[in-house]
């Protein structure tokens, strides 16, 4: 039975128009799940449409043929994935417990990538299928080949958190002291230089003090000044029209309320227009007295004006100098004097930041010397169980170790000061060297799959999935690497792409690929399998032309066995 603790994992898969897939819909379970099928049928197809989802190199080549896009869509359950869960809200693509990432690709070769609805780039989805799913498969994404994720892997082993979290929390602490040092120590930060030039900035808007008052007040009165001459002449002509000759309108008014006032008597209706033009008599007369005292109180100041263009002049230049509109010079004002302020007492920061750098940088050392040591213990533990493991797994010469390296410069880094190296031989008499520059991709395989069965309770990576991970094995050694993947999906969910009866007996699920034409087109299709089919195509994968019961009932006796395999 599958592990109850497994309950971070790839849920469903949709696939619509990819390869020989017309549409798919998948539903996966907990535990070491099985897929198999002949030669040929489409296995592939399974992984690459999960790695499309996961962000993978998109290629209009994958399109089913006659169709306009493929589209893939992956929902993943997060549950207990404290990573991918962090990774999302840091993102604001959280959407409670579940994740839908979904990638389309159209046939002109353009694609596009959603998580939880939300459209990203296709490197976005590459970063959180890092938190989600691990590949192995031949010379596919391979993670083990990634010298961070061999540290992340023996971290994981080393289960110190509190160590890890404390070099992390004294690194943040000295690269905020650095950081901060970096920046009064830059060329024109915090010296008597760029206090000077700061002061000279101040000095010259202190000479202008301006506000933005003064401001809205000169422009407007700049725009009447400039505008006397025309005001003066257009106020006049108006008010010569309202109250100026025997033709004005003062007078014409006059002279109709005149003749309406003798008609009034005669029709009293009258009486309201009467009214209504007698008010607009009044204000029209408010209007020419008004419009008399302002041509009154203007006057042409050439000399006024020539002081408001210099002053305006001044403040534009100033506006320009600083590359901001005259209206933000008393903000900028305001902002220099804070700066001022701030650096004024740098040198006697800076001498003070030397002290509490290297105080910091003590401190970190101490702590990622008590990490260094705790991942050097855990290393020689990890080494051997390896071994073991290997040569359980068909690899009886095989030998791994770990090679802990100082980093290159030596100055701290959030994840401590040392490298982690995976070396391996597969040969006997051969030293170890780098995993990537050895291992075939079937030995690849194999070993991955030894580091994750141990290293399984400890990795926040909830599904891993395993491509020709049989490749060059079969017998005993075959069964010990479906008993490896069994195990390990106690603890997570694993899917498993095998041409050996031997390890397909072993999983939890199992299912098959088949590949059927229609004489127009040729189709894969990919089913969850009974176990009354399962044991035909376990019977199948024995061998032969012919099942016979002889077949079956071996194929019956390998599955009964392995669900007595603890």
Not at 52 to 60: I, V
Not at 97 to 124: E, M
Not at 227 to 248: M, P, R, V, W, Y
Request: charged share 30%; net charge negative.
């Amino acid at each position: 039975m599958p592990a109850a603790d497994v309950t971070a994992m790839l849920i469903h898969l949709h696939i619509r128009n990819y390869a020989l897939v017309d549409e798919l819909e998948l539903e996966f379970a907990p535990g070491f799940t099985v897929l198999t099928g002949e030669t040929g049928a489409g296995k592939s197809i399974l992984i690459e449409a999960l790695g499309l989802a996961f962000g993978n190199r998109a290629d209009s080549g994958v399109i089913r043929h006659g169709a306009e896009r493929t589209d893939v869509t992956a929902t993943l359950t997060l549950s207990d994935n404290a990573g991918a869960r962090a990774w999302l809200a840091e993102q604001e693509l959280a959407s409670g417990d579940d994740c839908v990432l979904r990638r389309t690709v159209a046939a002109d070769g353009r694609s596009k990538a959603w998580i939880n609805g939300s459209i990203v780039p296709a490197q976005t989805l590459r970063e959180l299928s890092d938190l989600l799913v691990d590949v192995h498969g031949q010379h596919e994404h391979h993670s083990l080949l990634k010298r961070d994720h061999q540290l992340a892997l023996l971290d994981g082993y080393t289960a110190q958190p509190a160590l890890l979290s404390a070099v992390e929390q004294e690194y943040r602490a000295w690269r905020g002291l650095t950081r901060e040092r970096e920046e009064l120590a830059a060329p024109g930060a915090g010296g008597e230089e760029r206090l000077d030039f700061l002061r000279f900035q101040l000095d010259e808007l202190d000479g202008l003090n301006i506000t933005p008052e003064e401001l809205q007040r000169l422009d407007a009165e700049h725009r009447r000044l400039a505008n006397a001459g025309l005001l003066i002449e257009t106020c006049q002509a108006g008010l010569d029209g309202l109250d100026g000759d025997e033709d004005s309108l003062r007078t014409r008014l006059t002279r109709v309320l005149g003749d309406l006032r003798q008609q009034r008597e005669t029709d009293a209706r009258l009486r309201p227009v009467i009214e209504l033009l007698d008010g607009a008599a009044i204000q029209l007369e408010e209007a020419a007295g008004e419009l008399r005292a302002y041509v009154d109180r203007l006057e042409l100041d050439p000399r006024r004006l020539e002081e408001i263009e210099q002053r305006l002049a001044a403040i534009h230049a100033a506006a320009r100098k600083h590359r901001l509109p005259a209206s933000e010079l008393p903000e900028l004002r305001r902002r220099l004097n804070e700066q001022l302020e701030r650096l004024t007492g740098a040198q006697q920061r800076l001498d003070g930041l030397d002290r509490e750098i290297a105080a910091a940088e003590g401190r970190y050392r101490a702590a990622a010397g008590k990490l260094g040591a705790a991942r050097a213990k855990a290393a020689r533990t990890l080494e051997k169980k390896v071994v073991q493991e290997m040569r359980r797994l068909g690899m009886p010469d095989g030998a791994f170790a770990i090679e802990l390296q100082p980093r290159a410069d030596e100055t701290p880094s959030p994840s401590g000061l040392e490298r982690a190296e995976f070396l391996v031989s597969t040969n006997p008499h051969q030293p170890p060297r780098p995993l990537a520059k050895v291992a075939s991709g079937g030995e690849m395989s194999r070993i991955g799959l030894a580091i994750q069965v141990i290293t399984a309770q400890q990795v926040d990576v909830p599904t891993v999935i395993f491509d020709e991970v049989d490749v060059g094995i079969g017998g005993r050694v075959a069964e010990i690497v479906g008993q490896g993947l069994r195990r390990l999906g106690e603890h997570r969910q694993v899917l498993c792409i095998t041409h050996l009866p031997q390890v397909a007996a072993l999983g939890h699920h199992h299912l098959q690929v088949s590949k059927h034409s229609s004489g127009k087109q040729t189709l894969s299709q990919i089913r969850a399998l009974t176990p009354e089919e399962r044991r035909e195509e376990i019977a199948r994968m024995l061998g032969g032309v012919e099942i016979s019961a002889q077949t079956r009932a071996h194929a019956e006796e390998m599955i009964k066995r392995s669900e007595e395999y603890a």
